[in-house]
């Protein structure tokens, strides 16, 4: 692969956004570099701003508009509701689904899917394994250093493309519970909708008031945003073919631009991410993740 001859994904949007912001932020990337778009809800099934025809009919109007998309899949299956939404969903045989988690791949029956960042490819072996079963891409998991990557894009079988993160919060840890309901003291059934007051997460804090963690639905994410826009070269010379944006509520097309612009052969701008969101790549330098490693002048 040439030196910055990546694409350009944005990864599911994880937040509950009201109907009108989350098609205007649609409308926004399919006029973005962007060449990969992932859509659906991959966190919460009781989330209802867009339903799952919704979701299908977003992407349908953002393949018209030049973009190739990808139907995201729950990372935690429940329910028996939602075991037969991801059915339906890997089931749209016209579309390339995410597998959030190894069952989906059985109702993929052996059609080409990308396997999530949580689907635990932490070595050659598995990656093969996925191969086998379809898997055309995976998205490398979130916490991996920089040696580790490169000794796994080497180990990986030949046509499996490699996709890695590099920009925005981090989902580190799923459960059951809701987190968001059981801040607010509310069980999970009856939570209010409450994360849709907050478009990036929930901040929590140590009791010494420093960031440690964000909170968004079943997910604990990270306090920080990722930030490896700057390194967007060194994982294309790893071997990175896909480079993925994870949305929030604003700097997410300044970080496209950013990968845009290093990949044409500019010098981008910095990208600040959301308000009060500090920046981390702890974890690529093989540091505690919430560290930031400055790139020298």
Same mark, same amino acid.
């Given at each position: 692969?040439?030196?910055?001859?990546?694409?350009?994904?944005?990864?599911?949007?994880?937040?509950?956004?009201?109907?009108?912001? $989350?098609?205007?932020?649609? +409308?926004?990337?399919?006029?973005?570099?962007?060449?990969?778009?992932?859509?659906?809800?991959? @966190?919460?099934?009781?989330?209802?701003? /867009?339903?799952?025809?919704?979701?299908?009919?977003?992407?349908?109007?953002?393949?018209?508009?030049?973009?190739? @998309?990808?139907?995201?899949?729950?990372?935690?299956?429940?329910?028996?509701?939602? +075991?037969?939404?991801?059915?339906?969903?890997?089931?749209?045989?016209?579309?390339?689904?995410?597998?959030? *988690?190894?069952?989906?791949?059985?109702?993929?029956?052996?059609?080409? =899917?990308?396997?999530?960042?949580?689907?635990?490819?932490?070595?050659?072996?598995?990656?093969?394994?996925?191969?086998?079963?379809?898997?055309?891409?995976?998205?490398?998991?979130? *916490?991996?250093?920089?040696?580790? /990557? +490169?000794?796994?894009?080497?180990?990986?079988?030949?046509?499996?493309?490699?996709?890695?993160?590099?920009?925005?919060?981090?989902?580190?840890? =799923?459960?059951?519970?809701?987190?968001?309901?059981?801040? =607010?003291?509310?069980?999970?059934?009856?939570?209010?909708?409450?994360?849709?007051?907050?478009?990036?997460?929930?901040?929590?804090? $140590?009791?010494?008031?420093?960031?440690?963690?964000?909170?968004?639905?079943?997910?604990?994410?990270?306090?920080?945003?990722?930030?490896?826009?700057?390194?967007?070269?060194?994982?294309?010379?790893?071997?990175?073919?896909?480079?993925? @944006?994870?949305?929030?509520?604003?700097? $997410?097309?300044?970080?496209?631009? +950013?990968?845009?612009? $290093?990949?044409?052969?500019?010098?981008?701008?910095?990208?600040?991410?959301?308000?009060?969101?500090?920046?981390?790549?702890?974890?690529?330098?093989?540091?505690?993740?919430?560290?930031?490693?400055?790139?020298?002048?």
């Amino acid at each position: 692969m040439k030196p910055n001859a990546y694409q350009i994904s944005v990864g599911p949007l994880l937040y509950y956004w009201p109907r009108r912001d $989350t098609l205007a932020f649609y +409308a926004e990337l399919a006029d973005s570099p962007a060449d990969i778009l992932y859509v659906g809800e991959t @966190v919460c099934s009781r989330r209802h701003e /867009l339903r799952a025809d919704d979701w299908l009919a977003l992407a349908r109007d953002l393949r018209a508009a030049g973009k190739t @998309v990808v139907l995201s899949g729950r990372t935690l299956i429940e329910t028996g509701a939602e +075991a037969s939404a991801l059915k339906k969903l890997c089931e749209q045989d016209d579309f390339q689904v995410e597998a959030g *988690e190894v069952g989906a791949m059985r109702h993929l029956a052996g059609r080409p =899917f990308v396997a999530g960042p949580h689907m635990n490819a932490y070595h050659g072996g598995t990656l093969e394994w996925l191969a086998r079963r379809g898997a055309t891409r995976f998205v490398a998991p979130l *916490e991996m250093d920089a040696n580790t /990557l +490169a000794r796994l894009l080497q180990e990986r079988p030949v046509g499996l493309e490699a996709e890695v993160m590099v920009w925005g919060r981090m989902a580190l840890a =799923f459960s059951a519970r809701c987190f968001t309901a059981r801040h =607010f003291r509310l069980k999970k059934d009856e939570c209010g909708f409450r994360c849709i007051e907050h478009p990036d997460g929930l901040d929590m804090r $140590t009791r010494e008031s420093r960031d440690f963690l964000a909170i968004n639905g079943i997910q604990v994410q990270s306090a920080a945003c990722l930030d490896l826009l700057s390194q967007a070269p060194e994982l294309a010379a790893l071997g990175a073919e896909v480079l993925r @944006v994870s949305p929030q509520s604003t700097g $997410t097309l300044e970080a496209i631009a +950013a990968l845009d612009a $290093t990949r044409r052969g500019g010098k981008p701008a910095a990208v600040a991410p959301p308000a009060g969101i500090s920046r981390c790549n702890g974890y690529f330098y093989g540091r505690p993740g919430i560290d930031l490693k400055e790139e020298a002048a």
